[in-house]
């Protein structure tokens, strides 16, 4: 009589993680020669270890089984099931009417996500709003000379405790300033004055006499 060794099935994973579930095996068995794994009974790995991917784009938990069959070099086989948990992820996602324009910038935002409870804004000018209404309104400023650009972030957590996230990027321009001065108000026909142009982040000018276009 030939008796051959014991052949032992066992690993060990993570049992309950937030859609997209993502977990790495360890294979801790003994006398294992091959190794095959299966999702809920579907062979998809001959690897010794192999790195698991779940997506639950349901909106309640989902239980899946990952079992490991090993077989020693003898033929002997052992086989172990773990049942793993992949909670519901929610969506994280929101429209701004507006990416860009001149200070004062009010831009409105409506939030489309789904299946939230929680909701955190950060608007990137260190402000922030927990607010759980569907559309507001949001005003950034810039008091600088050059273009400064904000991201909206927007943290979103559903009754499970999981977490989404979703950004857009807002430009703001710096305030235009038309001004000039003009050398003298009051002379005699022709009037010859001089004009000093003191406007600020400006690009072109139009000049109007009397509300009529006269140079650009």
Same mark, same amino acid.
């Given at each position: 009589i030939t008796v051959y060794p014991k052949v032992l099935s066992r690993f060990s994973i993570d049992t309950v993680m937030c859609s997209p579930y993502s977990a790495f095996t360890d294979n801790r068995s003994i006398n294992g020669n091959k190794y095959y794994w299966y999702l809920n009974n579907s062979l998809i790995d001959s690897a010794q270890?192999?790195?698991?991917? #779940?997506?639950? #784009?349901?909106?309640?938990?989902? /239980?899946y089984d990952i079992k490991l069959q090993v077989i020693s070099l003898f033929g002997c086989v052992s086989? +172990?099931? #773990?049942?793993?948990?992949? @909670?519901?992820e929610p969506t994280a996602a929101f429209?701004?009417? @507006?990416?860009?324009?001149?200070?004062? @910038?009010?831009? /409105?935002?409506?939030?489309?996500? +789904?299946t939230g409870i929680n909701y955190q804004w950060d608007f990137g000018d260190g402000e922030?709003?927990?607010?759980?209404?569907?559309?507001?309104?949001?005003?950034? +400023?810039?008091?600088?000379?050059?273009? #400064?650009?904000?991201?909206?972030?927007l943290f979103v957590q559903n009754s499970f405790n999981c977490v989404d996230s979703f950004t857009r990027r807002i430009t703001v321009f710096p305030v235009v300033s038309a001004g000039f001065n003009i050398s003298d108000t009051t002379l005699c026909s022709p009037f010859v004055g001089t004009v000093f142009n003191t406007s600020l982040n400006t690009l072109s000018y139009q000049w109007f006499i009397d509300n009529v276009n006269r140079l650009s």
């Open positions: 270890n192999r790195n698991f991917n #779940i997506t639950n #784009i349901s909106n309640t938990d989902q /239980n086989d +172990t099931t #773990i049942r793993v948990r992949v @909670l519901p429209i701004t009417d @507006l990416s860009s324009g001149c200070q004062p @910038l009010e831009i /409105n935002i409506t939030n489309q996500s +789904t922030t709003s927990s607010t759980n209404n569907v559309t507001f309104s949001k005003t950034y +400023t810039n008091t600088t000379n050059v273009p #400064i650009e904000r991201d909206i972030k």
